[in-house]
């Protein structure tokens, strides 16, 4: 797998990647419909959870990744995120027991799993025969499908 | 009946009802008619002396025909030093096991045929022909080839699966650097974004070449450096080598390329690496070795792993067609073709395991010799059994 070399396109939008810390004080005192959605987006592949943070970053989003379940579900919990995207194939933690997690712990938060494997649908019945619904992206999706997709699951935090 | 008292075959049927030698020879005479595979004699000449009924229907020569002939009408041009090495065999008292071979029918067709021969002794315990016992094993072979063509689909299959995976997280990416691309107002970002994507694709092109070679079926032998067709299938594992945490330790010995065919071995490397992965859902180490091997002459290659290992029972099984660990994961076929491919070149596989917690794991040894014959090759001086 390709060494993400480009460390120089990163390091210049480091501030896009935490965008959390960044405006951090607009956020105060301010009712949760007026703030950026916040989204915590975890896969293995670093390229692809950094890229897909600066995608969101630029779009109304306030986004940060983690690369692993385990460290995702700690930052979840911290963070409290509104969404939570996730692959799914992860060593370790996959993503479909750091869903359940996350469902037991944070309720409120919307959960989207996205994979580039099939056969990944039993891990998905599985988690349907205890009882959690998620939804399910393909990968390779658009990101101007996947900002339509997220927007569209939940409305109510784009007033 | 037709069995002349002189050739008093010696062999070691257990007569249950008959009393005497007269009923006993009728029972043995009706037990040869009766039996599906050909039974046939023939003198230290090669001079066919009995012919059973399905040794009629199975070469199309009535006994008739044949009895009086010599038994080299019935073997094709190019094996006729097998009949040569086959009486000298004879002659010298040895027996031929489930020799796997081509005969011909009357009407010319070749076909594939299981032979056992024995040596006919008289009473005096002279050596006076040989006994041949030929099962026609056609249907067997076309079944082997179907079970092998379909074990290759789904070989296929498993590897497509990877491969997607291996496409499509480069193909995301490249997707989100495009997007990113247009929406940037600088232009340094978007030529970062754009070289990035560029190496993302060149991944991409370079694992569908390599998939796409295993698709195509030639089979026909070419030089194939091994080490190199290793490298090529743990690069198509790489991605699910990673994820399941299992690093890789190669030592490869300078060999002469190995005459075969390219997908074969590497089917047969793919299958082995695949067992590998599944052996160590926790991660670990697969250790591959080459050594150059002499007399004879070839090369070894050992996939070692410290997975689970394989229980005593099911070793014993490992290489029977159906036969899996894996539920319905498994075909129970990969091991079964690694070793139809392996003896097709006359090559040997091994395998040692073991379950024990703290040393468990499983090394499986291949060896091929260096040229790998075509089958049924006229050099070979010796019928090996």
């Known amino acids: ?159 | 009946m037709g069995t002349n008292s002189q050739n008093d075959v010696s062999l070691k049927y257990e007569a249950t009802a008959a009393a005497t030698p007269e009923r006993r020879q009728a029972l043995l005479a009706a037990l040869v008619d009766s039996t599906d595979d050909a039974i046939i004699s023939k003198d230290l000449n090669g001079i066919v002396l009995t012919w059973n009924d399905a040794a009629a229907q199975i070469f199309g020569y009535a006994a008739n025909e044949i009895i009086g002939q010599n038994v080299r009408c019935l073997i094709p041009e190019e094996l006729q030093h097998e009949e040569s090495v086959i009486l000298a065999k004879i002659r010298a008292g040895e027996r031929i096991s489930h020799y796997e071979t081509l005969r011909i029918r009357k009407n010319g067709e070749r076909f594939d045929v299981s032979i056992t021969i024995s040596p006919l002794i008289d009473g005096n315990g002279k050596i006076i022909g040989a006994s041949k016992i030929a099962r026609d094993i056609t249907e067997r072979k076309k079944l082997e080839k179907q079970l092998i063509q379909s074990e290759k689909l789904a070989a296929t299959g498993r590897m497509a699966a990877t491969v997607a995976h291996e496409i499509n997280n480069p193909l995301s990416s490249v997707l989100n650097l495009l997007y990113l691309a247009h929406k940037s107002g600088s232009l340094a970002d978007i030529r970062s974004f754009l070289t990035t994507a560029e190496s993302e694709l060149v991944h991409v092109a370079h694992i569908a070449r390599q998939t796409l070679g295993y698709y195509r079926d030639d089979g026909t032998p070419s030089p194939v450096v091994l080490q190199e067709l290793i490298e090529n299938v743990l690069a198509i594992y790489e991605g699910k080598l990673t994820s399941a945490g299992i690093a890789t330790e190669c030592q490869f010995e300078d060999h002469p390329a190995h005459l075969g065919s390219r997908t074969e071995l590497q089917q047969i490397f793919s299958n082995i690496v695949a067992n590998a992965i599944d052996a160590m859902p926790q991660g670990g180490v697969l250790r591959i070795q080459t050594r150059k091997r002499v007399h004879p002459d070839g090369v070894e290659i050992q996939f070692a792993d410290k997975g689970v290992g394989i229980r005593k029972e099911n070793l014993e099984k490992l290489f029977e067609p159906f036969f899996t660990t894996k539920g319905e994961m498994g075909t129970g076929i990969g091991l079964w073709v690694v070793k139809q491919l392996v003896e097709k070149r006359r090559g040997q596989v091994t395998v040692t395991s073991s379950t024990d917690t703290g040393t468990s794991g499983t090394t499986i040894s291949i060896f091929l010799p260096l040229t790998a014959p075509v089958e049924h090759e006229q050099s070979t001086a010796n019928c090996v059994i």
């Not at chain 1, 943070?53 to 379940?69: D, K």
């Open chain 1, 1 to 159: 797998m390709l060494e993400m070399t480009s460390a120089f396109y990163l390091s210049s939008h480091e501030d896009v990647l935490n965008g959390w810390g960044a405006e951090a004080e607009d956020t105060a005192g301010v009712s949760r419909q007026l703030r950026k959605p916040t989204i915590l987006i975890v896969d293995d592949q670093h390229m692809i959870a950094d890229t897909t943070s600066m995608v969101l970053n630029g779009a109304g989003f306030r986004a940060q990744c983690a690369y692993g379940g385990q460290s995702a579900l700690e930052m979840a919990l911290k963070l409290k995120p509104d969404y939570l995207l996730t692959d799914i194939v992860m060593p370790g933690m996959n993503g479909v027991d750091l869903a359940i997690s996350v469902r037991n712990r944070l309720p409120a938060t919307v959960i989207v799993l996205i994979s580039g494997q099939a056969g990944i649908t039993d891990l998905i019945r599985q988690a349907k025969d205890v009882g959690y619904e998620f939804n399910l992206l393909a990968k390779p999706i658009h990101p101007e499908k996947l900002l339509e997709y997220l927007k569209r699951t939940a409305p109510h935090l784009w007033l």
